[in-house]
């Protein structure tokens, strides 16, 4: 499974972004699609989950600010941000759990990041 992030850039305060990222390559399945961030200096964070019902869930400093979505038939998903803060600038990267066959393991699938400036 290969990921490519796509939709950062420079922003001002209180702008919006949307960030997507597409799966591609072998895949038999995938599960959760989430979103993490990681700001210089700091540890990578989560910042959003959506499972394969549909279900969400933000870390609590976005809450309210992003949403989470997913197009199943295109492997794709995307995190709308609003109201961005200066705090939100990070390099984000998408995540997913996923097989890429159904004898193989569930496992962990990373993009390259892309970077997120807003300035204040």
């Known amino acids: 499974v290969q990921l490519q992030a796509s939709g950062g850039g420079l922003v001002q305060a209180g702008g919006s972004l949307r960030l997507s990222c597409a799966a591609s390559?072998?895949?038999?399945?995938?599960?959760?699609m989430n979103w993490y961030r990681q700001a210089p200096g700091k540890e990578r964070e989560l910042v959003a989950i959506?499972?394969?019902?549909?279900?969400?869930n933000y870390a609590d400093s976005v809450k309210g600010r992003f949403a989470i979505s997913r197009d199943t038939a295109r492997n794709t998903f995307y995190l709308q941000m609003s109201s961005l803060k200066p705090e939100d600038t990070a390099l984000y990267y998408c995540?997913?759990?996923?097989?890429?066959?159904?004898?193989?393991?569930?496992?962990?699938?990373w993009g390259k990041g892309t970077q997120v400036t807003v300035s204040s």
């Open positions: 959506i499972t394969s019902g549909g279900s969400t």
């Open positions: 995540n997913v759990r996923g097989q890429e066959a159904w004898y193989e393991r569930v496992m962990d699938y």
């Open positions: 390559g072998r895949i038999f399945s995938i599960n959760d």
